[in-house]
């Protein structure tokens, strides 16, 4: 290996480890706070975070690669930058909040095109960048046991951890793909977040019916997955045979309590975008809004009701085309029974069950979702060049 392309590897690695723990400084902070006033301290780490990474991406577009998600990464781009646009309008704090908005806006953007170049370009060793994802999975996770008695809005942060998952499954070891498992599975029950043990369970279903699509040993991947569903069950029995029962009737009162309210919240902001004036309702009316306008305080806990109020109907429609792109390109890799389907159909379902009834664009999540699919996307195109 060339000292040029060690370099560029440590570099990668550097990137990522980076988004780790601004992500570690985010989980000390109120999402909704954050977006409002920040904190130096995370000002300054997302500042550093995207400097980092912004090298990499000029070499993106200066130097054009062989991309056959094209038009993935091409909608990516049109939905920050109309974010971007739309935040620079419609802002109305001094310039170091402008500056750090614009940071929070384009960082996935950067994180996104960097990693996918290097990559794509250098074709790294799969297990060394998985394993660097293993280690930003365990300080989150490290940081996530320090704030778990701070307060309940602190939870979500178990969500963190979940995000990468897809991305650490790439790993060969099997040692490390369980103990992942196991790791975010104890976390998110511990969170006794609803929402996080849906997407959990969604997704490692999925992850498990493409890997056996997929894989060359169907009948042993057949018996991993009951294996698996049997062991979840056995969590279910164990939890509802304990003290430890509020998860289990949380599930159970999911139509009862309308979903911790967020039925009456959507209503609100729906009505919120349907009393907005034309150029609003095309436009949106600027980032964070929903928090802003809303009579109940609360941002929408659905994305793409807060895209369409924050960024009108054109960052609605960005948002959508670009998970439905992100759809075509899961389904052509399982098509060409590629090995890196599990994986991204994973992160599909996780990221579509929680943009439904949560936040991942507006939340550092997309971070960790746009990382994924550039290494991912890197790693194929890569294979394909040298074929």
């Known amino acids: 290996m060339s000292n040029r392309r060690i370099t560029y590897k440590w570099y990668i690695q550097l990137c990522m480890i980076a988004v780790a723990l601004c992500g570690c400084i985010a989980m000390l902070f109120n999402d909704g706070d954050i977006a409002d006033n920040g904190g130096s301290v995370y000002r300054y780490a997302y500042l550093a975070t995207f400097m980092i990474s912004i090298p990499g991406a000029i070499l993106y577009y200066i130097r054009p690669a062989y991309n056959t998600s094209k038009r993935l990464f091409r909608l990516v781009w049109m939905l920050f930058m109309w974010i971007a646009l739309i935040t620079i309008l419609y802002n109305k704090s001094n310039l170091n909040g402008l500056i750090f908005n614009l940071t929070n806006v384009l960082m996935p953007l950067s994180i996104m095109h960097c990693t996918y170049y290097f990559v794509q370009k250098y074709g790294y060793k799969k297990e060394s960048i998985a394993f660097t994802a293993f280690v930003m999975m365990l300080l989150l996770l490290i940081q996530y046991l320090g704030i778990y008695n701070i307060s309940e809005s602190h939870l979500i942060s178990s969500y963190y951890p979940l995000f990468l998952l897809p991305l650490v499954l790439l790993h060969p070891s099997k040692i490390i793909r369980y103990s992942s498992i196991i790791l975010v599975t104890v976390a998110i029950f511990s969170s006794l977040k609803r929402g996080g ?29 009951i294996l698996a569903l049997c062991v979840l069950g056995g969590i279910f029995y164990y939890l509802a045979s304990t003290e430890y029962t509020e998860i289990i009737e949380r599930l159970m009162n999911i139509q009862e309590d309308e979903g911790s309210g967020r039925t009456d919240v959507w209503a609100t902001t729906w009505q919120m975008i349907s009393d907005s004036e034309f150029f609003p309702y095309i436009l949106g009316h600027g980032n964070n809004a929903v928090w802003n306008d809303s009579p109940l305080d609360l941002s ?19 948002y959508v085309l670009m998970l439905l792109s992100l759809l075509r390109y899961t389904i052509q890799l399982i098509r060409n029974k590629s090995s890196y389907a599990p ?45």
């Open 197 to 225: 043990l849906i997407a959990l369970v969604a997704g490692l279903i999925i992850y498990l019916i493409c890997y056996r699509r997929v894989g060359s040993q169907k009948k042993g991947i057949f018996i991993y997955t």
């Open 343 to 387: 994986s991204m159909a994973m992160l599909l379902t996780i990221t579509l069950i929680l943009t439904m009834i949560s936040h991942v664009l507006i939340y550092y999540f997309i971070n960790f979702v746009c990382l994924t699919i550039a290494i991912t996307s890197g790693y194929i195109d890569n294979n394909e060049r040298n074929e």
């Open 300 to 318: 929408a806990h659905n994305d793409f009701l807060e895209a369409w109020y924050d960024f009108g109907f054109i960052g609605f429609a960005f």
